[in-house]
C-alpha cells in the first residue's frame, strides 16, 4: 500500500515540477569541457576527444530535471563567442586543467576578462577546488554578484 502511495505521490510531483537549467561551459582549450559533458550525458569517459569547434549543445534530462549545456571551444578565436553564450543562463562553469600549471595564468586572463562584462551580472560562476581558485587569484573578485561553490576534480585515466 505504501508503495502504490508513493508511485502516485511521484506521478502528482511530476505534474507540477519540472526544472529546467542552463548552463555555459568555458575555459581554454583541452580543460575538460567536452568530456565534462559526455560524462554527465552518458556516464562514458573516453580520451578520444576532438576539440571543439564553436560550441556544441546537449540537453540531458535526469527525473525531473532537464539540463541545456552550451559547451563553447576555448581556442583563442572562439573565446570573443562565451559572453554571447554566458547571457541569460542559470549558471557558469569555467574549466580549468590543474594538471598543466603553464595556462594558469592564461586561463587567470580569460576568466577575469569574462566576469567583468556588465552583462553577466548576478550568474553564479561554479569554479574548481580553493586550490584553483587561489591560483586564478578569484579572491580579488570580491563582488557581490559572484557566487562560488568549490568542488573536487578527480583524474580519470
Not at 561551459?25 to 575538460?32: D, E
Not at 584553483?132 to 585515466?157: A, G, P
Request: glycine share 8%; net charge neutral; aromatic share 10%.
Amino acid at each position: 500500500m505504501i508503495a502504490l502511495i508513493n508511485k502516485l505521490l511521484d506521478w502528482f510531483k511530476a505534474l507540477f515540477w519540472k526544472e529546467e537549467m542552463e548552463l555555459t561551459l568555458v575555459g581554454l582549450q583541452y580543460s575538460g569541457k567536452t568530456t565534462f559533458v559526455n560524462v554527465i550525458a552518458s556516464g562514458q569517459f573516453s580520451e578520444d576527444m576532438i576539440p571543439t569547434v564553436g560550441f556544441n549543445m546537449r540537453k540531458i534530462t535526469k527525473g525531473n530535471v532537464t539540463i541545456k549545456l552550451w559547451d563553447i571551444g576555448g581556442q583563442p578565436r572562439f573565446r570573443s563567442m562565451w559572453e554571447r553564450y554566458c547571457r541569460g543562463v542559470s549558471a557558469i562553469v569555467y574549466m580549468v586543467d590543474a594538471a598543466d600549471p603553464e595556462k594558469i595564468e592564461a586561463s587567470k586572463n580569460e576568466l577575469h576578462n569574462l566576469l567583468d562584462k556588465p552583462q553577466l551580472q548576478g550568474i553564479p560562476e561554479p569554479v574548481g577546488n580553493p586550490g584553483q581558485r587561489d591560483l586564478l587569484l578569484l579572491h580579488l573578485l570580491q563582488r557581490e554578484r559572484q557566487h562560488w561553490y568549490n568542488t573536487n576534480t578527480h583524474t580519470c585515466s
